[in-house]
């Protein structure tokens, strides 16, 4: 990589007027950076060096130790992390993503692939019927079986949809009567079917089978298991009934009632497992991942082999030396145990048609495939083995005083435009950056104006059906909260106002970017946040009053709106800062087991999700 100081010398010798000196020396200082090439996703060249890694931390996270193209990267230290907001987690989060994309060295077994695809991690399998998961070993071929997306799953398991004032609610079905309708309970609190859905005076108004409204109409909820561990131990704070809902299908429409019976007013489009198509028509696909460390303790733990029986993730030197005694005991070592427990999800796309296909991290993958005859449903008609590229990681860790584990996440520069966002430049201004649709997105058309993030289709019994009023087919997707900070009226003063947390997630980008070695296919992706609670605790709702300047215990910090556009996708929100405001924690609550929805199954519990691996 070229240092500034060669950039001064190189513009020196070109003997050209000043505008040109100044063209020259811009161009060759985007050189430097990686910023990325044009119809991507640029950062700002000028934030506040508010989070930055020294060149000298930079080289000893390399094994070589100096930055290498492609260069094989060691893990963080989880078990030594620092712990110190907010800048040591963002470095964690940029050191595991350039560790998890490294090529596999032979430590890792090898063969070509990257280390989150090699045999020291683990594919988890979609839950079963029961809510058991298996983890099935990567081997050196590298080749991973991928599913579509399927409903972003809410602290009980559920479904989620997003008000438009920006509520999560989780859904449940309804309930049918034997003809195939939905049952409702009238004022007198009997079950009636809905046969249609009316609006009087700008209200929802459901009729029976007569043709006569339903007065006092209420869903027919079924009541929620409480979150607790297996262990009996106190779980976090519930979700609150209010903030359940209930899907309803009627002659073709369909609604979303809350618990009074009101309709929960969402974007058109909005449904509760929604399917992601890419602007040249690719369904987006996702695969989970954990890594050794993870698949031992979760095995030593559900079968016995670890005692005393963990509750929370390994976060110390001697809950990792269990771990690893364990693991030896069934003749396996671990190559680089101090990364701790680590779980990867990651989003997909087909390179057939891809532009600027070297531009993305690839990988062969087994994947469903669709008979796409009927615009308003594709039946699924078996699976084909091809090339896929990465679009979005979720990279999730735990570490030293954390083992409600650190969240981050990660997208290509061509994913999705940003909304208008403001940081804190290098001259402590505040600079706002406008929205700009231009360009070549995979999620979104150049200049596409809103609805935006409005679900077209969504995933049903294995097949894809449309939702009314669409055929399957692309929507445009746009982030909402680009790098995850709060508003600036965010009532809570824990949260750094939006301006200074996005500048510290731009200037880390840049510091990664301006080190990596220029040609570094990691250098076109970026880091859009991360998030942790403070203490580790599980995660607390109760924000305070807008005086109150207490630390609460488990409030979710760091980039606290946090959302990846090729995962979060339909979840996103765009509003000010509220109790009920996107966040990985709203689904992820617990300092426990369970904040890993693979560890413990949501509605099963612990003795489901992931089983032993022997």
Known sequence: MPTTSHIRRAVCRLRVTTEAAAVAFTLLLVMAVGVPPAGAQKLPTDPKASCTVSASVFNGWFQSGSPSLNGVVNPANSVTFPNAPNCSFYQWAQQMFLWLTSPAPKTYGGGGGRIFASPAFFTVSPADSTGKRTLIPNDVSGILHMNLRAAQAGVHGLPVIMSKSGEMFEVQPAKLSPAGKPLVLNQAGKEVEASKATLQNGKLVLLDNAGKPIQGAKPILRKLAPQTEETKQPGPEPVTEDLIAQKLTIAGTTVFLNTTGGVIDVEQGQADDSVLEAQNGSLIYYVTMVNDVYAYFLTGTKDGGISPKPTQFPTTAAELAMITTFASAHGRTFPDPDALAVEVKSAWIETAGLANKSHYITTQAVIPTYDKSKPKKWVKNGEKTTELALVGMHVVGSANGHPEMIWATFEHFGNAPNAAYSYTSTSGTTKTVPRDTTGTWLFCKSGAASPFNEAHMTFSSGDIVAVAPHNISPTNIIRWKPFGG????????????????????????????SKMPSGDIRNHYYMTGATWTINGKSFNTNFG??????????RGVGTSQLANTSMETFQQINHMFNKHANNCFNCHKSDKLRVSHVACDEVFGCSAGIQPLF
């Open 545 to 554: 009053n807008p005086g109150n300047s207490a630390i609460v215990d488990g």
């Open 486 to 513: 709060a508003s600036n009226a965010s009532p809570n003063p824990v949260d750094t106002l939006s301006a200074d947390s996005n500048s510290e997630i731009i200037s880390i980008d840049n510091s990664v970017s």
